[in-house]
């Protein structure tokens, strides 16, 4: 497969722009940071758009695989983007079960580490 680098995204924001979750988790794994903002979007909150448009384009079912990636390297499931969205709204937007799931699970855990 060819990856084009964009002049849009950085290496990481375009991993999740292309829903590829391999490259997402080597970037990850190699030191990017998991709560990194490209275009007014952290990497959860993109993912998450990624994931519900990518499903109303295709009709396919939505995918959690990126967004369950940024969660395990450490990306925040509170972070609000620039422009004030968290990863919940976004994936309120979309109706996206599995992601809002996956988030209240982390929600839930960083809440019970801090206690």
Do not use: C
């Amino acid at each position: 497969m060819n990856v084009v680098v964009s002049d849009y995204w950085t290496p990481t924001h375009q991993a999740v722009e292309q829903e590829d979750a391999e490259a997402l988790a080597r970037l990850l794994a190699a030191g990017s940071d998991p709560d990194e903002v490209s275009s007014n979007m952290t990497l959860l909150t993109h993912a998450i758009d990624a994931e519900g448009d990518g499903s109303l384009q295709s009709g396919q079912p939505l995918t959690v695989h990126t967004t369950a990636v940024l969660l395990a390297f450490g990306a925040n499931p509170e972070l609000a983007d620039p422009d004030g969205r968290t990863p919940m709204d976004m994936a309120n937007h979309y109706s996206h079960d599995l992601a809002m799931k996956l988030l209240q699970a982390y929600i839930s855990r960083r809440a019970a580490d801090n206690r």
